[in-house]
């Protein structure tokens, strides 16, 4: 597999995606980027200006993730039943299994939510309610619809529900920095960790598109736009699971934030964003029952800790960020943790994880 880059405004005019006429009048830019794919943002002033990814042939999996996120972009331009998912995700443009390139259309002066929140020092209610009714939209898509996809879903869980298995991903996770190993040591020693975890394993479902990285980042808001319309992107870890993982991650995410900017009471920081987010959701979806909403707390726990387990990249002791979400994510475990997520989203439940 050739890398693109040695000849990509070339390739870009033999797919027809970007004209002469285009490239001659001194307004068009190329940035490049690397983090587990290649990708490339072509600016235009005047043209269509695009995002393109390519696959890198040293990152395992990564062939197979960005040619499932153009089968799911494919679904929802060509299938009835996506096609109300249209104006929340981004426009396929061309897809070459070749050379593992995706082309999108570039959302302009777009910025993620988790940039915006930083910058702002705070995350909007309106876009929280938005990301939830968003997961509600593809969580509900029918069953048959999935099926004919054909496409070749892991339906798995993730890895966080899967460290007690047989073959176990625990030699990679531990193998990345001491740090890693050091959390993953400590998730392990802790028993209202491993009974959460193997609870969420065992009611694990596989009924649902669901998204698989489903945070702040992962979600685009434009500036010129007057509606504030959120685009969720970054579909490679889509997979049929349990819906109550990306409701976990969504609730999470507004934790995480506030935990980066070193808030000492993040949990309580976060509740009116997880409100109007878990509200939202509830209201769209047939999913918004008290034993839901306990699988998706729990899920939540289980989301604090693999972010912790994120920051310990290349570090050799544990951060603090990667310890205080644990000492939430512990919290989240107990009745008392429970009752107080329930209680901030204004919603009953049973409570059933402790």
């Known amino acids: 597999?050739?890398?693109?880059?040695?000849?990509?405004?070339q390739t870009l005019r033999a797919r027809g995606?970007?004209?002469?006429?285009?490239?001659v009048d001194g307004?068009?830019?190329?940035?490049?980027?690397?983090?587990?794919?290649?990708?490339?943002?072509f600016k235009q002033l005047h043209g269509p200006s695009l995002f393109?990814?390519?696959?890198?042939?040293?990152?395992?999996?990564?062939?197979?993730?960005?040619?499932l996120e153009a089968q799911i972009y494919?679904?929802?331009?060509?299938?009835?039943?996506?096609?109300?998912?249209?104006?929340?995700?981004?426009?396929?443009?061309?897809?070459?299994?070749?050379?593992?390139?995706m082309t999108l259309a570039l959302i302009k002066d777009a910025e993620d939510l988790g940039a915006r929140a930083r910058r702002m020092c705070h995350n909007s209610p309106v876009?929280?309610?938005?990301?939830?009714?968003?997961?509600?939209?593809?969580?509900?898509?029918?069953?048959?619809?999935?099926?004919?996809?054909?496409?070749?879903?892991?339906?798995?869980?993730?890895?966080?529900?899967?460290?007690?298995?047989?073959?176990?991903?625990?030699?990679?996770l531990r193998g990345r920095s001491p740090a890693s190993a050091a959390l993953i040591d400590a998730i392990r020693a802790i028993p209202d960790f491993n009974e959460t975890l193997a609870w969420c394993r065992k009611h694990w479902e596989t009924d649902a598109l669901i998204h698989g990285d489903f945070k702040?980042?992962?979600?685009?808001?434009?500036?010129?736009?007057?509606?504030?319309?959120?685009?969720l992107i970054d579909?490679?870890?889509?997979?049929?699971?349990?819906?109550?993982?990306?409701?976990?991650?969504?609730?999470?995410?507004?934790?995480?934030?506030?935990?980066?900017?070193?808030?000492?009471?993040a949990l309580d920081a976060a509740l009116p964003e997880m409100r109007a987010f878990w509200a939202a959701y509830s209201a769209a979806s047939e999913r918004h029952d008290a034993a839901f909403l306990d699988k998706c707390i729990a899920m939540m726990a289980a989301r604090l800790l693999v972010a912790g387990y994120e920051y310990c990249f290349a570090q050799d002791s544990l951060p603090d960020m990667s310890q205080t979400l644990m000492q939430i994510a512990r919290r989240m475990t107990t009745r008392e943790g429970q009752r107080k997520v329930c209680a901030g989203l204004a919603a009953p439940c049973m409570q059933a994880v402790s």
């Open 1 to 9: 597999m050739e890398p693109i880059a040695r000849n990509i405004i």
């Open 17 to 23: 995606l970007v004209l002469q006429r285009d490239l």
């Open 27 to 41: 307004s068009s830019v190329l940035f490049m980027g690397r983090q587990r794919n290649r990708f490339f943002v």
């Open 52 to 67: 393109i990814k390519q696959a890198h042939e040293n990152e395992p999996g990564t062939v197979q993730s960005v040619a």
């Open 74 to 101: 494919q679904a929802v331009a060509r299938t009835d039943a996506f096609r109300h998912l249209q104006s929340v995700m981004p426009q396929l443009l061309h897809f070459d299994p070749d050379s593992a390139t």
């Open 127 to 172: 876009h929280a309610a938005q990301m939830g009714r968003i997961a509600a939209q593809y969580h509900a898509l029918p069953g048959q619809a999935l099926d004919a996809l054909d496409v070749a879903f892991d339906r798995k869980p993730h890895w966080i529900f899967r460290l007690e298995e047989d073959p176990s991903p625990l030699s990679s």
């Open 216 to 231: 702040l980042e992962n979600f685009l808001v434009a500036a010129s736009d007057a509606n504030q319309k959120l685009h």
């Open 235 to 265: 579909w490679e870890r889509a997979d049929l699971g349990d819906p109550a993982w990306d409701v976990g991650c969504g609730l999470g995410a507004f934790v995480i934030h506030y935990t980066m900017q070193q808030n000492p009471d």
